[in-house]
């Protein structure tokens, strides 16, 4: 069966890039099933994310009995993406007559050798069985051998355990390690073939080095982004099979024509929606509470100005399939959040933020949506020392935290590093101390990064 192609989000992943892999996995495997032809492999989609889940979407997935998606690390392609599963093994007290056997009835070049409970002791190819056949012809050099001598010896070989011939020395692998570097290790080592093994040292697979002649390439469908500096390492060595958006085009280039839908509307889970309406398929409740999550945060319950007509009609769409108004929705949703009084200080700078390079250097605009602006200011000190930290850190040249208040609608700034880039940007003058009140200002995208961006 083919490996599963994966549906994921950017990196330090908000709820909308969870949410919408979450649910645009559940249409494609959706789809999948209704076009599945009789004999056909059908293929499936998983979704994954590249970081820690946001509390919001950890208290709508445990709510609504969703499990969480994996991490993944980076999209290169995998030893298990070429190794031949199951391998076939033998014990290393069988004997070479054995062996040989085992080898003609699977018509393989190599066994893998195993101890008695089943863990891995090494190989013995075809290869090593022809070399010790081969050293029955020394017998010759010893004084009064014939050729009746050397025919002894090769008997007695039937009769020498696998382990006398077996090598030790073979690659082992890990089937989640890099391909890649698999595959420079391989070429180094004087064997064919490697072995991969689990945690438990069992042997799970076999890697031959046909089995690298091909490079594979690893399938994935992204959400919530487009761009390479967003997306999981690897992603050059990725095939991009679909890309489900709603942000600036950017540079995430593929080989082959693609669906790509990008629109200008309030979340990604908006876009899945639709395009489960245009399929007519039928969400189920807790899908439609995964994606209506994530519409309500990325619009702030469709407060912020990126949300448009459309989203207000998948929140109602959504609302009426959850069976909640939209608002309660929503604001449960933001309470999952928790107060800003015991968060993490890290979390509550930095948990949603983006870097923006302005040529002269990067920009970190970070964004903390609260329904209580007076508790969050409250930490003010120790957020700006925070931001400095990051700044040190990171080499920014300026970082500017958003701490937005849904309730009020709007958003008080907090600047630190070269505060002008902010000041000549929005016409304001941000200090070290108390931050400046922006009346309506809620979107990081519409409102304030592409404003820094021509300024
Ligand atoms: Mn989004």
Known sequence: MAAPIIVVGHRNPDNDAISAAIGYAWLKNELAKRDAVPGEDVPTYVPARLGPLPRETAGVLDKWGIDVPMVINNLFARVSDVMTCDPISIGAKAKIIEAGRVLRKHNVQALVVTNEDGTYKGLISTRMIANRYISATDVLETEGATEMSVAADLIASLDQTVDTVMEHGILTLNKDGRLDEAVSDLMHQPFREAVVLDEDNMPIGIVTRSDIAVHPHRKVILVDHNEVSQAAAGIEDAEV?????????????????????????????????????????????????????AVMT???????PTATPIDAQVVDFLAEIVGMEPL??????????????????????????????????????????????????????????????????????????????????GSQFLCEGNRRIVNRAFGIECTGEGGTWMPGVLSRKKQVASRILEA
Do not use: W
Request: proline share 3%.
């Open 328 to 409: 309660d929705f929503g604001m449960e949703v933001f309470s999952f959040r928790g107060g800003d009084d015991d968060m993490p200080i890290d979390k509550l700078v930095s948990a949603d933020s983006k870097e923006f390079d302005l040529g002269e250097g990067t920009v970190l605009i970070a964004q903390h949506e609260t329904t209580n602006l007076d508790s969050c200011m409250g930490r003010e000190k120790e957020m700006r020392a925070y931001m400095r930290e990051l700044i040190e850190k990171n080499g920014y040249i300026c970082v500017l935290l958003m701490v937005t208040d849904i309730i009020a609608e």
């Open 298 to 304: 990325d619009t702030v319950v469709l407060k912020s």
């Open 241 to 293: 099979v679909e890309i489900i958006d709603h942000h600036r085009i950017a540079d995430v280039s593929t080989i082959y024509p693609i669906k790509f839908i990008n629109m200008p509307v309030g979340s990604s889970a908006t876009i899945v929606t639709l395009e489960a309406q245009r399929y007519g398929v039928t969400i189920p409740r807790e899908i439609a509470a995964v994606l209506l999550s």
